[in-house]
């Protein structure tokens, strides 16, 4: 059974940061992109960030440029993103997603998804 399992979601202060952490699991998911997305209440998901099978080149929204760093670790199965100086408006549920053939900024194209982990940012 193919799973991508998200946490590390949280209440969090404006400032501050959290780790969000995705374990995949089921199949082979070394050669896949993977991807977090985002979704607040009333909104569409958004792509957030991705990462390439071999690590080698990420991806960023622009509203999370500079804060947030995405991450794998391909032996364990692993995808992390660090967000740093977060806002409320970071606020939302976040998604891991993985797609083999390859990076995309369009929620639609990947084909595994977790089932979320809230993000909620105070001022």
């Known amino acids: 059974q193919v799973q991508l399992v998200e946490s590390g979601g949280g209440l969090v202060q404006a400032g501050d940061s959290l780790r969000l952490s995705c374990a995949a699991s089921?199949?082979?998911?070394?050669?896949?992109?993977m991807a977090w997305f985002r979704q607040a209440p009333g909104k569409e998901r958004e792509f957030v960030a991705a990462?390439?099978?071999?690590?080698?080149?990420?991806y960023y929204a622009d509203s999370v440029k500079g804060r947030f760093t995405i991450s794998r670790d391909s032996e364990k199965n692993m995808v992390y993103i660090q967000m740093n100086s977060l806002k409320p408006e970071d606020t939302a549920v976040y998604y891991c997603?993985?797609?083999?053939?390859?990076?995309?900024?369009?929620?639609?194209?990947?084909?595994?998804w977790g089932q979320g982990t809230q993000v909620t940012v105070s001022s």
């Open positions: 997603a993985s797609d083999p053939e390859g990076v995309s900024y369009y929620y639609y194209d990947y084909d595994y």
């Open positions: 089921g199949r082979t998911f070394r050669y896949d992109a």
């Open positions: 990462i390439t099978w071999s690590g080698g080149n990420r």
